[in-house]
């Protein structure tokens, strides 16, 4: 049986249809979105999560509407202003993922402090994607490998690891996507080989704290292989 994850990385989806079942503008829908990923945070590490990931801005969503791209850029703002100190006294480091070329100055400058002030945080990584892909992050990772000249035969999973964006976060043991929707959608396609999946029909701005200890109730009863056989992994525990 798994223990509590280390690491959850959640796809919040459905903020959009959220909102449109009620006849209210999109940008509501993420509005609410963002009230429900401060409470995630908090149940995170109240159960003392170690790492929790937000999927909350991907390389595509650029392509979106200019005003919904504004409305995220700016409930991202709030979010940062509103709980920078909050995190701080929390124990919470943030941290965020993606390609930060594309992110304007204001959010970058915004980031930058609230990661310097959260730097020595020990309780939980709450680590945002924001213009973040997977299949991006990796291109980046071969260009910064390529530029050093690394020896091609010394390459091998370990050591590429520390060319993601995720350098030095285990990889996430169980991904929850809210909304009925069954892809991974270029988030950590890397990290998410030996991941848990767990799926719900429920919208990211209703996806409350009981649901996610059920996630995570779920995930506990899951028996992990990673393509061994039970017996070979007890070997390696005793
Ligand atoms: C997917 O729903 C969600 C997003 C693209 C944005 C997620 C962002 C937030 C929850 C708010 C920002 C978070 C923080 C922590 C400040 P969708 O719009 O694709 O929904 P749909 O599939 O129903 O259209």
Redesign the pocket.
């Known amino acids: 049986m798994a223990g509590l994850p280390q690491h959850i990385a959640i ?8 909102a ?1 079942l009620r006849g209210i503008p ?1 940008t509501e ?2 509005r609410r ?2 009230e ?3 409470q995630i ?1 908090e149940a995170a590490r109240e159960l003392g999560i170690k790492n929790l990931t ?5 390389v595509e ?1 650029w392509q ?1 509407p200019l005003d ?1 791209v504004f409305t ?1 850029m700016e ?2 703002k ?2 940062l202003n509103a709980e920078r100190d909050n995190m701080k006294r929390q124990g919470i480091r943030f941290m965020t993922i993606g390609n930060r070329d594309m992110l304007p100055g204001d959010i970058l400058t915004l980031i930058k402090e609230t990661e310097d002030a959260t730097k020595d945080g020990k309780a939980m990584n709450l680590i ?1 994607c924001l213009s973040y892909g997977g299949r991006d992050e990796i291109i980046r990772a071969v260009r910064k490998l390529l530029k050093e000249k690394i020896d091609p035969e010394s390459l091998n999973e370990d050591n590429f690891k520390n060319y993601l964006d995720t350098d030095g976060i285990p990889d996430p043991d169980l991904l929850i996507r809210t ?1 009925g ?1 069954r892809r991974l959608s270029n988030f950590l396609i890397y990290q998410s080989a030996y991941a848990e999946l767990y799926f719900t029909e429920t ?2 701005p209703d996806f409350t704290k009981e649901e996610f200890l059920e996630a995570i109730q779920d995930y506990q009863k899951r028996q992990r292989r990673f393509g061994r056989v039970l017996e070979s992994l007890r070997c390696i525990k005793s």
């Not at 796809?11 to 959220?18: A, P």
């Not at 937000?54 to 991907?58: D, I, K």
Request: proline letters at 0%; zero cysteines.
């Open positions: 796809i919040m989806d459905g903020n959009g249809r959220w449109e999109r829908g993420h979105g963002s429900r990923a401060k945070i937000l999927y909350a801005f991907s969503n979106r919904e995220l409930l991202l709030n979010y945002l909304s929707e919208l990211w």
